[in-house]
Structure formats: structure tokens, C-alpha cells
DNA sequence: TGAAACCAGTTTGTATTGCAAACTAGTTTT
DNA sequence: AAAACTAGTTTGCAATACAAACTGGTTTCA
């Protein structure tokens, strides 16, 4: 059977986009809901407003993510989607990283 | 059941130390060998002799693995193995990581 | 024997990040 | 009309990660 280790070159492979902690917590968030607006985010995930605004902003600049700007009553407010790109790279990252994981059980 | 989405904030604590690829990739080889060379272990990882001296030192100073100096014949030899805490930092990262990941054969 | 090529690994310089503090722009409160 | 609050962005800094250049030694071969 693949064991992890027959084949760590695959890490390196993982996309960076969707690794980086902050990042993929928020593709977790977003992949659950049909849009999620910024002060929700970041009360789930607890980043501070800049960290959020800043990989926000690179996710989408990735694809991964599109914002949408609106009002609410006269004050903006902005939510995310995620883009069926987003999707796509966060169930192709599970994957990667579950063939990484050793099986449940193991000493 | 738990979501991973329900705790968004779980995945900002993984071990950054273990987290970062090229480190999981060492790591994860050290993990099933009691010793490893150094060019062995670049070869198995794809990594090039830079980054793998620099990051085998992080490990080291994180105290996640120790570095076995030696010669064979006249040349000298460079092996890691990796320490219980080493062991221990990983297997913790995979429990964290399992518990993220969704379900198999989710849609 | 001594210059050239090679081996094993480290150090260095640079470019990219991730982060939090400071800032912007507007709204509500007092 | 000032003060305080809301929502989010920008900026500056500190910590990476990476590859190229380097070190110290060994083997080859002319």
C-alpha cells in the first residue's frame, strides 16, 4: 500500500494558495456557505481585520474568491463567495492531503 | 458531527514548524527510518542542498530531529534522525490536520 | 605533483510572505 | 459639531524560504 513517505516529493506539490493557514481557513468558511460577509469571517476564523483583508485579496487575485461590495442601509459592507476555481483547488488540496496522511491508527 | 468548518479557528494553530512543506517532507522521511542521510534525503525530497541544510537546522534548533555528524572512509557524512518530540510534533500535526479535512466521498 | 573536477554541506543575499499597527472614509451618538 | 464607532485598507516591519555562491576537503588525471 502508498505509504506517505514512498513519495514526499508530492508536499512540495501542495499549492501554497490554499496551505497557508490563514488562507485556508477562510476557503473552509466560505466553502460551506453561499457568501459570507467580512465581520463574520472574521469572527469565525479569528484573523484581525488586516490579515483578512490582505489574503482576502489574494485569493482573489488567485481566483480562488470573489468579493462583493454592498450597503446595508446606508453602511458598506463586503462578503466573499468562493469561485468554483476556489472549490476545485481546496477538494484537490483535501485530497493531497489525505493520500499524506498516515492511515487512521497507525503506531 | 463535526464540521471542520465548525472550527475554523483550530487551523491557525497547526505547528507552523511542521506545517511549512519542505519541513513535512523531511519530517514525514525521518519519521519512518531510524537514520537518514542527508543525500538520501535530498534525493527523496527534491529539495536542493541549501534549503535542505537550512531547514534540517530549524528542525534542530525546534529540537524535532538531531543531526549525526560522521565519516565514511575519508568523506565526511551528514544524517538526521528524528526526536520523540519530532515524533511526537507530527503525529499531533496529523490529528489536527485528520480532524480538518472533510469526509471522505463528501459532495 | 599539482591543477582540475568533484563531493558534502553551509552561508549569504534577495525576494516574498505574513502580521499588526496605523490609517481612511464614512456613520451614528451625544 | 465633536466624539466615538463601524468597516475595511494600506503601510511598515520582521520573519520566512529560496537559490546562488561559497567552504573545506577528496579524488582524478595530465
Known amino acids: 500500500m502508498a ?3 514512498d513519495n514526499p516529493k508530492a508536499i512540495l506539490d501542495l499549492d501554497r494558495m490554499v496551505h497557508e493557514p490563514a488562507r485556508l481557513a477562510i476557503l ?3 466553502a460551506s456557505a453561499k457568501e459570507v460577509a467580512f465581520l463574520f469571517l472574521q469572527r469565525v476564523t479569528g484573523l484581525n481585520k488586516g490579515n483578512l483583508s490582505s489574503h482576502a485579496q489574494k485569493l482573489e487575485a488567485a481566483g480562488y474568491l470573489e468579493t462583493v461590495k454592498a450597503f446595508q442601509g446606508r453602511i458598506p459592507v463586503t ?3 468562493i469561485t ?3 472549490r476545485a ?3 484537490l488540496y483535501h485530497h493531497q492531503m489525505r493520500a499524506l496522511l498516515p492511515k487512521e491508527g497507525k503506531p
Do not use: N
Open 3 to 5: 505509504k506517505p513517505e
Open 28 to 30: 473552509t468558511v466560505l
Open 79 to 81: 462578503s466573499f463567495r
Open 84 to 86: 468554483e476555481e476556489g
Open 89 to 91: 483547488a481546496l477538494r
